[in-house]
């Protein structure tokens, strides 16, 4: 499930205007009947994405709001759910507008603006035209008195389903799995007779710690019980039911039998308990918990710092404290000996187990993002199973440990978190954005002769773009690239035993782009990545000196040709070949260029 997280900034969109305002006429909303007004300025921001109603232009996108419309108002509301809608055509589409409340989210309707982006294709995020539709919205709405200077965006919205409409609610008619006092080995007990039906529900939390796994649940609800009947003289544990970070309810006393909760309502009202502590205050596990080596750092931070970078760290599966805090010990040895960095680099990190770990901690620069680590606070997500979202724990924390550092002083109340939350890759930084060029030429295999192969197919879409140069001579006209992209096949087919080419194109200073083995073979150009990420390779070397503009212009535009055929995911992280194995490609002078390139990733 994707997990998009989108927080905009207020600050430096001075010029940012809202392009194309399609207004309600012009999608053909029908009449608005909604009278609820809202009290401008707003001080919240929601932010939904609609799925399923993929569109590419004005025309097609108006046929999908008429179909929203119609489908909320047969649910019984007044109009459309949201203010303003974003399309995929990069369109802001007018909902029910400035003035009148939505009805996008539950307790917020009456103080937020609701904004929503539909029109992507299933399983992608919005177009770069719909993001910068959005920011210049946002701007616009701040600079015209419609949303606070210093709006709060809850965070943390999910993806997949993407805060569809919200549905009038139907009655779940089975019961959620109960995990019986027999299975967690409760004691026996004799406690008075609850008077039914209860005509309360007390909401609790337990304090102390949480559990993200039956197993650790189970012992925590006997602990509990434990606690009530030995040292607080109760008959039993003191709840009806228990509910654990792994989604299960735990019987307490149950449906029948008072608890020991809340004096006055014990025999009239069900207690629910949360296990653990949900302050706001986030539980962070300290560098000397989870075994850190002592910090060299030296670079401080002043703070408050404006910006939080949040990314996340792939490989490093754990789901509680003692394999979390193994995993973190091999990273900050990566970290030191392998990066040559001082430590993590990261100010804290978020395990999937829901706790936060002290990275290098709230005074010290980190080594995350180039360009923002003396301004910024890195705070990275990791435990996770490859290709699947923190866990709503891990979610939760990160939240917390976000507006801890605003109450404390470490973050301004108006940060900026530049980051589009996406599937896997996770946060890629926001990078300026290409413009979509038509795919360039490329020069086929049959066209410079390749001898023919039978490799492994590559799993598509890729999520890398590798950068290499070849080394060796360069070409500056295609019968000379030809020739020297069939020598680099021998080469590697020959001497190198490979079973082809080894990179999936080639680029010329000639402005060709010519094909290796393709989109979907597996190339030979980096342990670990030849499935996964796409090698382009330029023809030279350029230690020295950098390809030319023809080769460069020719590169860029077939990585986004890539992601237009579907070949690459949209939020590819782009990386040089020395950042992904210990070698002297692409070579200094190339490696200079592609690091102002969008998705670059050192």
């Not at 440990?401 to 996770?426: D, M, N, T, V, W």
């Not at 535009?557 to 020395?578: D, F, R």
């Not at 002297?584 to 002078?589: E, I, K, T, V």
Request: proline share 4%; charged share 15%.
């Amino acid at each position: 499930m994707l997990w998009w997280l989108l927080v905009f900034s207020t600050l430096g969109l001075g010029a940012w205007g809202v392009s194309t305002m399609v207004s309600r006429k012009q999608w053909g909303a029908d009449a608005v009947s909604c009278s609820a007004q809202l009290a401008l300025p707003v001080g919240f921001l929601i932010t939904h994405h609609v799925p399923g109603l993929e569109c590419h232009n004005q025309t097609s996108c108006s046929q999908r709001l008429r179909e929203l419309q119609g489908h909320h108002v047969r649910n019984g509301w007044c109009d459309i759910a949201y203010n303003f809608l974003v399309g995929d055509d990069g369109g802001v589409y007018e909902g029910v507008g400035w003035n009148v409340q939505g009805v996008h989210t539950q307790g917020y309707n009456n103080i937020s603006l609701g904004l929503a982006f539909f029109g992507t294709s299933k399983g992608h995020s919005p177009s770069p035209a719909a993001l910068s539709a959005m920011e210049g919205l946002i701007s616009s709405a701040v600079r015209k008195g419609h949303l606070s200077p210093v709006y709060v965006q809850p965070l943390f919205v999910k993806g997949e389903s993407c805060l569809s409409p919200q549905q009038n609610a139907s009655v779940k008619e089975a019961c959620p799995l109960i995990v019986q006092r027999s299975a967690w080995d409760a004691r026996e007990a004799h406690c008075s007779k609850m008077n039914q039906p209860a005509q309360y529900v007390i909401i609790i939390h337990t304090m102390g710690r949480t559990c993200n796994k039956s197993d650790e649940c189970r012992v925590l609800v006997q602990d509990i019980q434990s606690f009530f009947m030995d040292r607080s003289d109760s008959c039993d544990i003191g709840y009806n039911f228990l509910v654990g970070q792994d989604g299960i309810i735990y019987e307490g006393v149950g449906w029948s039998v008072q608890g020991s909760h809340t004096p006055g309502y014990n025999d009239i009202a069900l207690g629910l308990a949360f296990m653990g502590t949900f302050s706001g205050v986030p539980t962070i596990v300290s560098r000397k918990e989870w075994g850190a080596r002592s910090l060299t750092c030296r670079a401080e931070l002043t703070r408050p710092v404006a910006y939080v970078i949040t990314d996340q760290i792939t490989g490093m599966e754990c789901e509680e404290q003692n394999a979390c805090s193994q995993k973190l010990r091999g990273l900050q040895s990566r970290s030191v000996y392998t990066k040559g960095w001082c430590d993590v680099a990261y100010n804290f990190l978020v395990g999937n187990d829901g706790r936060v770990y002290e990275g290098v901690g709230w005074n010290i620069q980190g080594m995350h993002t180039q360009g923002y680590n003396n301004i910024s606070l890195g705070l990275a997500f990791f435990g996770n199973n490859l290709g699947s979202s923190p866990s709503p724990t891990a979610l939760s924390a990160a939240e917390d440990l976000i507006f801890y550092a605003i109450k404390k002083g470490h973050l301004s109340p108006r940060y900026i978190q530049p980051l589009l939350l996406k599937a896997e890759s996770c946060l890629v930084p926001h990078q300026p954005l290409m413009p979509r060029k038509a795919c360039p030429n490329i020069i086929t295999r049959s066209a410079w002769e390749a001898r023919q192969t039978h490799c492994p197919t590559m799993s598509l879409p890729a999520k890398y773009v590798v950068i290499i140069h070849t080394a060796g001579a360069t070409c500056n006209v295609s019968m000379d690239c030809r020739i020297r992209v069939r020598d680099i096949q021998s080469y590697h087919m020959d001497t190198q035993n490979f079973c082809d080419i080894g990179y999936h194109f080639l680029v010329g200073q000639d402005g060709g782009v010519y094909e290796g083995v393709g989109w979907h073979t597996q190339g030979s150009h980096t342990y670990g990545y030849n499935d996964i990420g796409l090698g382009i390779a330029f023809i030279g070397n350029f230690v020295e000196k950098p390809p030319n503009a023809a080769a460069l212009e020719a590169a860029q535009n077939l990585i986004q040709c890539s992601v237009v055929k579907g070949h690459l995911v949209p939020n590819y992280l782009l990386v040089g070949h020395s950042d992904v194995t210990n070698i002297l490609s692409p070579g200094r002078a190339l490696y200079n260029i592609i690091k102002t390139w969008p998705h670059f990733r050192q």
